[in-house]
């Protein structure tokens, strides 16, 4: 099922556990490190799933990270 799933991103779509996230990437940065610190420390999250913003290059820095964090 989906429970301990936090799904992180743009559009909702009615999803439990879904955390809806700015379209500017400065503050989508800022925002992604605190909902993801809060999720690691949540013993309710087993699992993260972030839905890959813009392949564009405002979004760039952020999309690095997130494909860094994910290989870890």
Known sequence: GSEGTLVVGFERGGAPGFV??????????????????AADESPAVARIVVVMPPDTPDWAGVRDRLVRAASD
Request: no cysteine; proline share 6%.
């Open 20 to 37: 809806e996230m700015s379209r500017d990437p400065a503050r989508y940065a800022a925002e992604l490190y605190r909902v993801l610190h």
